[in-house]
């Protein structure tokens, strides 16, 4: 099993252009989430998924946006791209909630992570 | 707002020294678990500690829960270089709440 794929794993942008970061799961997870990890920052939820159709605002959800059309993927989408979006992004998924009680069932799968560049 | 504070930030240590890490709130969380990330990689779960005063050991790791699940320690007994990383603590409380990380450098 691939776990979770992110693309690309490295990415310039200008300051104003917009991209998408693909995330896929292929272990059938309900839940879905984007992270940004920051130096010293720890992760910061920035948007989540219960399920396919089904999305909501995470701690830092301003100048992202998100889609869940299918339960394997979810990717992020930037508008307008600045410089305080440069950052690492990781996708995770999980069977259960994150917040659930439950030992090891709430277990996330992290990706390998998205470095993003905003010049 | 719920925190979870990682102390210390920065740890470097040679071979074969014992280290702990802790990991505080003043929030109650139902679970928390501890995750480490190598350069380059996503993180990965280590363990998840459910019961107050739930000590679990993995190898040379020990994990504890507060008796109150307010705070975490990570013990490592006899750190080997292969044990270097950012170690991260995250409390479940309606979703995951991240410290903001340990890095953990052990020189050979």
């Known amino acids: 099993n691939a776990g979770v794929t992110q693309t690309p794993k490295f990415r310039i942008l200008k300051i104003g252009q917009s991209m998408t970061l693909q995330c896929t799961q292929d272990?059938?997870?309900?839940?879905m989430y984007w992270y940004r990890q920051d130096p010293g920052m720890g992760l910061k939820l920035i948007y989540y998924?219960?399920?396919?159709?089904?999305?909501d605002k995470g701690e830092v959800p301003n100048g992202y946006n998100v889609s869940r059309s299918t339960t394997e993927d979810f990717p992020l989408r930037l508008e307008l791209a600045a410089p305080s979006q440069t950052s690492v992004y990781f996708c995770?998924?999980?069977?259960f909630g994150g917040g659930s009680v439950g030992s090891g069932a709430n277990v996330l799968t992290f990706g390998a992570g998205s470095r993003l560049t905003v010049l | 707002t719920q925190l979870l504070e990682q102390s210390p930030q920065f740890l470097s240590i040679q071979e074969g020294e014992n280290l702990t890490v802790y990991c505080n709130s003043s929030?109650?969380?139902?679970?928390l678990q501890w995750y480490r990330q190598e350069p380059g990689e996503g993180p990965v779960l280590l363990v998840t500690?459910?019961?107050?005063?739930e000590v679990k050991k993995l190898k040379r790791l020990t994990f504890q829960f507060g008796d109150a699940r307010k705070d975490s320690s990570l013990h490592i007994t006899a750190a080997q270089p292969g044990d270097t990383g950012l170690y991260l603590c995250?409390?479940?409380?309606?979703?995951?709440?991240f410290g903001q990380g340990t890095t953990l450098q052990v020189k050979p």
């Open positions: 998924s219960v399920g396919a159709g089904i999305t």
């Open positions: 272990m059938n997870h309900n839940y």
């Open positions: 995250a409390g479940a409380a309606g979703k995951l709440i």
């Open positions: 929030s109650v969380f139902s679970s």
């Open positions: 500690v459910v019961t107050g005063g």
């Open positions: 995770a998924s999980s069977i």
